[in-house]
């Protein structure tokens, strides 16, 4: 079955410090993943993609086949990331097309 | 467009109560999932449905829970006799009928209390 891990229920860090949020993923198969993020009072919303290999606001994330992770990192955090976020995975190769497997999420506070 | 929008954003129920949520998708979107978000965990799949069809209802309770998407209106997910384990966010989501490269669009979440 699978499964994501957020191991940090909660983070903290100072404006301009780095951050990382850990996913770790167990699938068997060929997975996809992203990041959701949540602020305050508003809906949840895609962040950013594994295939996209993007970066949105600052943040990137790497998909780690060998250590199944798929971390979210920014190298200079903002007050503004101050947010809820979610790893999830999407089976890519399974039947119900766009069902996502959320992690329990990660509370990011940026302190001034 | 609206977005997913889900109402009511709070229910309160008493034990033993029935709860209704609806969800209605965003505009051209065919596909509609829902979540719950119970105290101090993250969001679990609980089950996909298009239009008057159950794709997927893996995630929903054997017991109480069903879920339907008529060809006409809202899709609703119907949990008899509350109890208060259910006191929940149940969030909608959807997506449009040749995906989104996996990116659904969530509602606000409706909110359950059961007394």
């Known amino acids: 079955a699978q499964r994501v891990t957020q191991p940090e229920k909660l983070l903290s860090v100072f404006k301009g410090a780095p951050v990382e949020l850990k996913c770790n993923y167990s699938y068997s198969g060929s997975p996809e993943l992203f990041w959701y993020v949540q602020y305050s009072r508003q809906r949840l919303q895609l962040l950013l993609r594994h295939i996209s290999r993007e970066s949105i606001k600052g943040f990137t994330a790497d998909l780690n086949k060998g250590e199944t992770s798929f971390h979210l990192k920014k190298p200079f955090a903002q007050e503004e990331d101050s947010a809820m976020y979610y790893c999830a995975l999407k089976d890519a190769g399974g039947t119900s097309y766009g069902k996502l497997t959320f992690g329990q999420g990660t509370i990011l506070t940026v302190h001034p | 467009n609206a977005g997913v929008m889900q109402n009511p954003r709070h229910l309160v129920r008493r034990r033993g109560q029935e709860a209704r949520l609806r969800c209605s998708p965003m505009?051209?979107?065919?596909?509609v999932y829902w979540y719950r978000q119970l105290p101090e965990e993250g969001l679990k799949f609980m089950v996909y449905l298009q239009k008057e069809n159950i794709i997927d209802e893996s995630g929903m309770p054997k017991e109480r829970f069903s879920a339907e998407f008529p060809k006409e209106g809202p899709s609703i997910l119907r949990i008899q006799q509350v109890v208060r384990g259910d006191s929940a966010a149940y969030f909608c989501?959807?997506?449009?009928?040749?995906?989104?490269?996996?990116?659904?669009?969530f509602g606000e979440g409706s909110r359950l209390t059961v007394l």
């Open positions: 989501a959807s997506s449009p009928p040749r995906g989104s490269g996996g990116e659904l669009f």
């Open positions: 505009k051209g979107h065919s596909h």
